[in-house]
Every structure is written in C-alpha cells, then in structure tokens.
C-alpha cells in the first residue's frame, strides 16, 4: 500500500481517519472493536489492533489514562485536517442568512457593527467562540461634517468617515444659530478637515484659529468652535481591536471543562493580547489556517484548536477572523463556515 510523508499508507491513514470523526462525535475513545465496525473493512481484530498500535507509535493517537480505547493527538488531528478531513460546503439556507444579515447591516450600520454582527454569527453557527480582528488599516479621515439644527442650544453632528462609519453626536451652544450660520460653518469645516483623520484635525483647528486670529471674524471663530466640539472625545483608538461572542459556549465542552483551564481561556479572552497575538500569524495568510493546542504558540490555547481566515478590503487583507473550540470540533463544518463568512464579510465591507 502507498505511503507518504506522514509514514502511513492508505489503510493506516483510513482507520485514523475513522477513528477521529467517531471521537469528534461521540466523545468517547475508540476500541479496535468499535472501529472495526465502524471501517466497514473486513480485517481481523488482530490486523486493527496492530494498526492502531502503530499509530500510537507513530504519536496519531493515545490511550486516555487506563481505557482500552485510543483518542486523536494534536499530531493525530493535525494530519486529519491537512489531508483526511472530509469538508462540507454549508446549506443554502445558511448561506443566504450569513449574506443577507451582513448585507443588511452594511446597508444601516458601522462596519464596526458589521463586525459585532459577524463575529455573533460564527459563534451561533459553530456553538463556539467568535473571533475578529477589526480591520487594521490607514486611520479612519474625515469624508464630510455637516451640522443641523436642533433646537436652540442643541445642534445635531454628522460626521462621515472615509471606513463609512457614521459618528452622530449632539452638541451644545450657549447661542443659537440660523441655518444660514450652519451652512456657512459646513462649508467652512468641510473645505479644512475634508480628508484629515481626527488628530489632523484637531491639529488643523489650531492651526486655522492662529494664522487667522487677527482678521477672524465672529462667524469664523464660532465654526472653529463647533467643530472642536464636533471632534473631540473621537478617537479612532478607541475602537475595539477585537471582538469575541460566544465565549460561554466553550463551557459546554467537556474537553474544556477543567475550572481553572476555563478561568486562564476566559482572562485571555477579557484581556485580549493573546487572542490578538494569535490572530496577528493569520493576517497575511490566503485562506482558511487552523492552529491545533500548542501550534498557537500560547499556552491557554494547548487545548483548543483555533480556525481563522483573513477578510478584505480593496484586496488588502485588514483583518482576520474566525473561531475558538475544543480540538474535538467538527473540522468538516467549521472550516466552510469561516471560509464563507470571511468572504461575505469582505463583500460587505466593500460596498459603496
């Protein structure tokens, strides 16, 4: 029989391949018994002992404690992923609920609400954690500030980013202004921040109201005054780096269920560097990269395995997303399910 870089020829490789999908179902460790039922392949329970023997030897599977039956590896599920995983293409139905939730919210939200619905969305598609990293790219400039009237202390702030994000804001004056005061004060702001992220524009305002001091009329102040007003407490470092849902659902896991495994998961979770550090190796990776126990390189990860793909903006690869789970996870399903939501997600993010 054929043997390839793993040592094991198609035999070996089918009876490993069997074995892990029974675990990833049931749980249970897998006699030889049992798997040679499961295989389907008339041998001798003799010949399906030895092959399992050979893969312990060969570090694909190992005995939990005293049981009779074996269990995957890392090792084990790394082969079964890179090579034996039978991977399914999602239902339509869910296919067309991903695409019509991220187009919906594209159409009346902030991408930064896009990526909540996201994130929600791998979590309650795969029962596990939801992970994204917002997209990193050139900070967010101003597209257009507009001010409206509201009331006579009380005026309404658009301010449109150059990501399609919305700030909306109310402002409060000591004095009212017309709308004729406004549309001069639009006019004005948008000739000097049109294009500056928020720090440039805060600098601009300074700058504008000290070169122009000494022939500023009132007017003038008064919309460098609104629009100190219109930028300040914005910050685009104050946008959420990474967004997880679903963590309590690893709690439900019995490979997870160890109390004080579950309390470093959930700290690496609030704290979030991990997470990031994480999903930073995907970043410039094409397509779907799964990290099983400790080929994450964190240690609060040894026991879980970790799926993720980048997603898009104008072809560039801005963020990552994906999901966090026990090794024991259904590979076939969760790997379709990231692929398609990165590639939904990007189509959302770039449209006009």
Same mark, same amino acid.
């Given at each position: 029989m054929k043997n390839d870089a793993s040592g094991l020829n198609d035999r070996s490789k089918y009876l490993l391949k069997v074995l892990i999908e029974g675990y990833i179902v049931n749980g249970q460790p897998v006699g030889s018994s049992i798997l040679a039922e499961r295989s389907g392949l008339d041998l001798s329970p003799a010949t399906i002992r030895n092959v399992m023997k050979s893969l312990e030897d060969a570090g694909y599977i190992h005995s939990p404690h005293t049981s009779a039956g074996r269990i995957p590896t890392s090792q084990g599920y790394r082969l079964f992923v @890179? =090579?034996?995983? $039978?991977?399914?293409?999602?239902? @339509?139905q869910e296919h067309h609920l991903l695409q019509e939730q991220l187009q919906e919210q594209s159409n009346i939200g902030s991408s930064n609400e896009l990526i909540h619905v996201a994130s929600n969305m791998l979590s309650g598609l795969t029962q596990m954690a939801g992970i994204i990293i917002t997209p990193q790219m050139e900070t967010r400039s101003i597209r257009h500030i507009e001010f409206l009237h509201l009331s006579a202390t009380q005026i309404l702030v658009v301010l449109v980013m150059s990501n399609n994000d919305v700030e909306n804001r109310i402002?409060?004056?000591? &004095?009212?202004? $017309? =709308? /004729? @005061?406004?549309?001069? =004060? !639009?006019?004005?702001? !948008?000739?000097?921040l049109v294009g500056k992220d928020l720090k440039q524009a805060r600098k601009a305002l300074l700058q504008e109201m000290e070169e122009v001091r000494e022939d500023m009329n009132a007017m003038m102040l008064s919309a460098i005054n609104l629009g100190e007003k219109a930028v300040s407490g914005l910050d685009d470092?104050?946008?959420?780096?990474?967004?997880? /849902?679903? &963590?309590t659902n690893l709690m439900d896991y019995d490979d997870l269920s160890d109390v004080e495994k579950l309390r470093q998961l959930f700290n690496a979770f609030n704290q979030k560097q991990e997470v990031l550090d994480l999903l930073d190796k995907s970043m410039q990776a094409d397509g779907i990269q799964i990290f099983i126990g400790s080929e994450s390189g964190q240690d609060v990860f040894d026991d879980c395995s970790v799926v993720t793909a980048p997603y898009q903006i104008d072809d560039d690869h801005v963020g990552v997303l994906g999901v966090i789970g026990p090794k024991r996870m259904q590979y076939e399903r969760v790997i379709p399910v990231v692929d398609i939501t990165a590639r939904l997600l990007s189509a959302a993010l770039n449209k006009d």
């Open positions: @890179d =090579t034996l995983v $039978s991977v399914k293409p999602i239902e @339509d402002i409060h004056v000591e &004095r009212e202004f $017309s =709308t /004729a @005061d406004l549309q001069h =004060t !639009n006019n004005y702001l !948008n000739e000097v470092d104050q946008h959420e780096e990474c967004v997880i /849902a679903g &963590r």
